[in-house]
């Protein structure tokens, strides 16, 4: 596809070298000018994401092209773990972050970086919308939580996935497990392989195992269990945010970005089976296992309310106590206000 400013250049009448010579530099800036101004109009928006499934209506807006019939620039970059997008952040090399990165992440670099963004949307999951838990190999003889006692377990990269890993296991009565980072797309492969005993991974690893024949399910909505006191309270454990800095340069891409976004969100909740197909290329499932992964919730910035602040707060304030979090956080000042 043409690019704008080349589709302008073949349509405008093309001046001679006399003209030009004699227009001098400010007739050459005055005929630069309409390119200049359409290069400007749209400034590209890097949103970083990494492969788990709670991606999707990010997914789904960039590939049905949401974010384009908005007006609107946006580059997805990969990272391969949620502390990575994180770290994107604060130096400047991306925008925000697309659900399904790591909430406690983001609030790390809150601490190091006061303001630093705000949050528009989150994937709250539980065992009812999963996307946390633990698996094993499809022969292996754990059955339950407790059966992880002195057991090898991988966890997913970042501090997120580590301290919850480790603290469930504590409150499940699994003492004595050790527990390692392994990127989540290793997960399958480490078990089969006999590397590790379990993992605590998050979807569409449980599935891509399951389908394939070599893993299964301990316990999923493993989160909201042993760290929020109810299988069925929301875990707020993925964020999309975007920057502040973007937020007070761009008011309007915001909205408009936002506007966007929500769109993805609400394909995810009205058509379920169309919006699957676009973890294909962002995650590692695709065709028909498409169809099987379990999908998490998904809370807009102006659908709180005080109970899901509560239960947000909640999980930050383990990493307060487990000394991860240096001060507390308040999630209410991290939300997006229109």
Not at 108 to 114: C, D, L, R, S, Y
Not at 124 to 145: G, Q, R
Not at 297 to 305: G, R, T, V
Request: include cysteine; proline fraction near 6%; charge should be positive.
């Amino acid at each position: 596809m043409e690019s704008p400013n080349k589709s302008f250049a073949a349509r405008a009448p093309q001046p001679s070298r006399r003209h030009v010579l004699q227009a001098g530099a400010a007739g050459i800036a005055a005929l630069a000018a309409p390119s200049l101004v359409l290069a400007q109009a749209t400034p590209k928006i890097r949103i970083g994401f990494w492969p788990v499934a709670a991606g999707l209506p990010f997914f789904a807006a960039v590939d049905k092209g949401y974010f384009k019939e908005a007006g609107l620039d946006v580059e997805p970059l990969k990272f391969a773990g949620a502390q990575q997008v994180m770290e994107a952040m604060l130096s400047g090399r991306s925008d925000g972050s697309a659900n399904g990165t790591g909430s406690a992440n983001l609030a790390i670099g809150e601490i190091a970086q006061p303001g630093l963004f705000k949050i528009f949307c989150t994937n709250p999951s539980n065992a009812k919308f999963v996307l946390d838990e633990f698996i094993t190999a499809k022969d292996s003889p754990i059955k339950t939580m407790a059966d992880l006692k002195g057991k090898k377990v991988a966890s997913g990269p970042g501090i997120q996935n580590v301290t919850l890993c480790k603290t469930m296991l504590e409150r499940a009565g699994a003492t004595g497990a050790t527990v390692t980072e392994l990127p989540i797309g290793q997960h399958v492969a480490a078990l089969v392989a006999g590397q590790v005993d379990a993992c605590y991974t998050l979807e569409p690893t449980g599935t891509i195992g399951r389908m394939n024949g070599t893993t299964r399910v301990i316990e999923a909505g493993v989160v909201a269990k042993y760290i929020l006191g109810d299988p069925m309270a929301p875990w707020h454990g993925g964020a999309a945010s975007l920057t502040t800095e973007f937020i007070k340069k761009n008011p309007e891409l915001t909205k408009k970005f936002i506007a966007a976004y929500a769109r993805g969100v609400e394909l995810v909740r009205t058509q379920p089976a169309e919006a699957r197909q676009y973890m294909k290329g962002y995650t590692a499932i695709e065709g028909p296992l498409t169809a099987e992964v379990p999908l998490a919730s998904y809370m807009l910035y102006n659908e709180f309310k005080p109970s899901d602040v509560a239960y947000f707060q909640k999980f930050y304030d383990l990493f307060t106590e487990k000394g991860i979090f240096e001060k507390k956080v308040l999630v209410d000042a991290l939300l997006y206000k229109a």
